[in-house]
């Protein structure tokens, strides 16, 4: 973090912004004051809803469509944005304002290599050659630690995992070194080992640069490591603000004190004892992409039981995801097999019978990436009746409200709502009923909290303990969220590199001795202390220098 403030960079004065909901205009932000030095960073923290991507996004002078800014003042280096035309703004956008998003699978054009993507900025905005694009990029990718630098940026978005993908998208928002970047949750996609690499990077650049950044994140830990100061906001509206250290030390709201507060939920319950044969096995199961060609499991083996939670942690590329997708049927095995309650699953999902198909559902981490726009919720959650069940009619309709007050929502209020009417919570909650219409046994989790803000994440924690007590379900849970883990999970499985390194009940997986690589994804868990990543770093380079444990 700066240590020294340079000019005013950029100033909003009572910001007003509104939203286009239920046939008419609300105000989504309400009078919000913000000034940016340079080289400084501003943390904006605050619950779903509170408005810090649409303040995030404001500052570029844009608003998201069915938004529009109706009040106040946006000056970026002295020039006023909300006058400014769009010509003008498209010049600054990309070569003097960035823009890091929440969901990179969500922005990237799956059409174009990731190189390829880095470099049209530059080219556009007169930066620098395509071959200077492509070095540059290179030299990005190896520091914020992509594995294959020289060669991973030739790749298409779909042939990487979801944290190099994040960390692409950073290296992209540097590429013509803006004055300005914003960040919205640009880490909530990695494992804790990459977060400090790309955290340290970020950090790095600002300070290099002389850059200002608004990092935006629900992670109080993270925001702690890197924010001059930080704003709370809820509703709309500025709740306090302050230095870093005072704000975490001594928080004056009751507000803020609530979000400092650590998460208080824990399964209460025991998991039911084990019964003789495993609702799920995966046995001895190596599994390849590109013909073959690149291993990305070797020798996996592990059981799931009833009612019971197996968390799966590891780093960006680790298997987790690839697991979910053998286990499924989406990525036929090279060797080895899946078992569902003793029975031999057909390794490719085309072969499963339809009752085969219905007992294994997945829950997606990015919500918004998870269900068709265009579609309604009583569309998209009454599909599975339909397909799975074969529910029409007024047996449809009912089940519907079921489902939504399974979920906590009102069947009245959000059956016929788009998904872009509802907050990244609630369109969890609607991809959670989908998966129980088919009316599973087994539910894979894949960082399904991950996206959400703490207080909306316990309340999905909460309500899938619920399902999981009245519907005897069993979940795998893919994570990088130590806290969640510690939540929710009977067992854990660490994996590395394809490969199983350590599992066994939680309780023995968080006690010491650990593998060395558990060891270092428990010391990798940020801290609510603004000298800890610097503590960590230093002893890191000590032993060898950050990524000892690899990509």
């Known amino acids: 973090m700066s240590e020294s403030q340079g000019e005013l960079l950029l100033e909003m004065k009572g910001l007003r912004i509104e939203g286009y909901s239920d046939e008419q205009w609300h105000q989504i932000v309400k009078g919000v004051d913000l000034t940016l030095h340079r080289g400084e960073v501003l ?43 769009e010509s003008k703004k498209r010049k600054l956008r990309g070569a003097r304002i960035a823009y890091v998003a929440q969901s990179a699978a969500a922005s990237f054009n799956p059409a174009h290599k990731l190189i390829d993507q880095f470099a049209e ?36 978005p779909h042939q990487v995992s979801g944290g190099q993908l994040q960390r692409a998208m950073t290296a992209m928002a540097l590429s013509c070194r803006p004055d300005l970047i914003i960040f919205d949750e640009p880490t909530t996609a990695l494992d804790v080992t990459t977060q400090i690499e790309v955290l340290v990077t970020i950090r790095d650049i600002v300070e290099q640069f002389n850059t200002a950044a608004i990092y935006i994140t629900h992670d109080l830990a993270v925001v702690a490591q890197m924010a001059d100061r930080i704003m709370v906001l809820r509703y709309g509206e500025t709740v306090e603000e302050a230095d870093t250290r005072k704000m975490l030390s001594a928080p004056e709201k009751d507000y803020t004190k609530s979000l400092w507060a650590v998460r208080s939920f824990r399964k209460e319950d025991e998991a039911p004892a084990a019964e003789p044969t495993p609702l799920v096995k995966v046995e001895n199961v190596t599994a390849t992409y590109a013909r073959g060609l690149v291993p990305v499991l070797r020798g996996v083996d592990f059981e799931i039981h009833r009612g019971h939670t197996v968390a799966v942690v590891g780093e960006s590329g680790s298997g987790k995801s690839t697991t979910a997708r053998v286990i499924t049927g989406l990525l036929p095995p090279q060797e080895g097999k899946v078992y569902y309650d003793g029975q031999e699953l057909p390794a490719d999902y085309h072969k499963r019978c339809k ?7 997945m829950i997606y981490q990015m919500a918004d990436t998870a269900v068709n726009p265009r579609h309604r919720i009583r569309d998209i959650i009454g599909r599975p009746l339909s397909f799975y069940l074969g529910m029409e009619g007024d047996a449809r309709e009912r089940r519907l409200r079921e489902l939504m007050e399974m979920i906590e929502l009102q069947p009245d209020q959000f059956l016929d ?16 009923a ?33 399902l999981q007590r009245d519907l005897n379900l069993a979940y795998m849970f893919i994570t990088h969220d130590l806290a969640t883990v510690r939540a929710i999970a009977d067992e854990v499985i660490v994996m590395l590199q394809g490969q199983i390194v350590e599992q066994g009940p939680k309780d023995d997986i968080f006690t010491p001795p650990h593998h060395e690589y558990t060891d270092l994804l428990l010391s990798s868990v ?3 202390d603004p000298d800890w990543m610097d503590r960590v770093v230093n002893e890191r380079r000590e032993k060898g220098g950050l990524g000892a444990a690899g990509n």
Do not use: W
């Not at 779903?48 to 800014?69: D, E, H, N, W």
């Not at 009752?355 to 559902?361: E, F, I, S, V």
């Open 434 to 466: 989908r998966a129980l219409a088919a009316e599973p046994t087994f539910i894979i989790c894949d960082e399904v909290t991950s996206a959400l803000d703490q207080l909306v994440a316990e309340g999905i924690l909460r309500l899938l303990d619920h």
């Open 355 to 361: 009752d085969q198909l219905r007992q294994a559902q």
């Open 417 to 432: 709502r788009l998904p872009g009417e509802l907050s990244g919570g609630q369109k969890q909650r609607i991809c959670i």
């Open 121 to 156: 900025t530059v080219v556009e905005h007169g930066k620098g050659s395509r071959e200077q694009a492509y070095a540059d990029a290179k030299e990005l990718y190896a520091r914020i630690k992509m594995p294959d630098p020289d060669r991973i940026g030739f790749r298409y």
């Open 43 to 85: 943390g904006l923290i605050g619950e779903s809803g509170a408005g810090k991507s649409t303040i995030g996004i404001a500052a570029m002078g844009y608003a998201k469509p069915g938004c529009r800014i109706n009040g106040g003042t946006i000056k970026f280096d002295g020039m006023e944005l909300t006058t400014m035309s």
């Open 526 to 528: 940020p801290e609510m």
